[in-house]
């Protein structure tokens, strides 16, 4: 392999460094759905977890690995022999599997994290990419906090790792430090220093802390780099990653200054950015370059009459160019299952045999209680089935609550188990906190807190589905419940369900082993 190829590889690292950020976290079901959306995407690489973390890491990535064909499918090992054994047993279902291993080579983290010399650092990087390539030739190094990292040190360590096998290296900006000129600088230092360079590609992972990390992402492609790292909506550790969505239209619309090959279906970026949105019940901001609600909207008299007389005069790329249709009104109450069903399949949703009826039912009986249904009100109608679809303890049968102004607030619960229905009551500060209280009583869930908590409006209009994120903590465990319905206690109350059956589930560690 060499640098000097005219294809940008897209390394999606949504799923490990995205999802590893506190309030990120999706289930296996989800994780495996957003990878099949990235393969509609065409990204080359997807990073799907870093299995040693914890069990549910390494189940994702191996459900991963086991039913995603297409893109080249990695998982994230320390440089040590029991990481990459884990890694290799999560990934090696796939046809195109990738072991990622990392050691960091900064100063700081050699004398204070790792108490490690120079030599003993190298040393370790070289026998974890020759213990990774024992089970494969796509073994990944990447030299964390790079951009802190003394020149010929780097290079020194970049050179060994080459000579051992590795394909790809990756200079990570870990902690966001870097700007443009330097971080090109360097990039262009490596391929100047580093005398095997051209038997790998070089690749970049750049960290946001001070708004930079598109800017260096791209610095460095015109340095020579040809892997990018980064993730949907810019999620990540602290201030995030590189937004792919960014990265990417900054190189297809520059095309003068980014003359590259590039796999991206620009047009299944908006429905990426809103299954993510949806998975981890996390907007992103309405001036968000790309994918922000607002991206597109021209909201000053003389744009608007710019863009009515020429496009071109106000707007740079089309909307449509990234997928984004608008949140036009799409169906109503006489709305048939073929008209449901491309609009669900335009959405992103790919629903199979019962789901199909499942869904179209609750459709029909949300067109009755709506006069609109907007593409909104559909993605609520169907994540909440989807939801439905994961193995439950509890659902929501009845509820009826009190918040007479004289009386103090209370609420009855009825909760559907797979052996019958209990019935509860509590009582609180208001209607929610009564029907939360009962539900703690009748799952045993005491000592549950809530932790955030977020309501809005599906769509618009005083008939609007109402949309509930929330997350609870139970001990050390923590997880994320979503509700949607037409009554927002009701949404809220479908929420609190979700979360607990999710803690009842596969409880996941406030902090996973966290390296990164
Ligand atoms: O930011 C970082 O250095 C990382 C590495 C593991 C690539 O995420
Ligand atoms: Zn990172």
Redo the contacts with the bound molecule.
Sequence with gaps: MSSSQNKIIVFD?TLR?GEQSPGFSMNIKEKVEFAFQLKRLGVDVIEAGFPISSEGDFESVKAIAQQVDGPQICG?ARALEKDIDRCWEAVQYNSRPRI?T?IATSNVHLEKKLKKSEKEVRDMAVKAVKHARQYTDNVEF?T??AARTGRDYICEVIEAAIDAGAATI?V?D?VGYSNPWEFGSLIEYIFEKVKNVHQAIISI?C?NDMGLAVANTLAAVRAGARQV?CTINGIG?RAGNASLEEVVMNMVTRRDSFPYEIGVNTEQIYPTSRLLTRFTGIAVQPNKAIVGANAFAHEAGIHQDGVLKERTTYEIMSPESVGWRGNAMVLGKHSGRHAFMTRIKELGFHLEGADVETAFNAFKDLADLKKTVFDEDLIALVSEQTKADEQWKYKLEYLWFSSDPDRIPNAKVKLKTPDGVMEGEGQGDGALDAAFSAIKTMTGMEDVQLIDYHVGAVSRGTDAQGAATLILRNGEHQAIGRGSDTDVIKASVKAFINAVNRLSRHQTPIEKESV?
């Design positions: 690292t460094d994230l990622h990392f990447s964390e906090d990756n990570p870990t992972h960290h790292e550790e990164v």
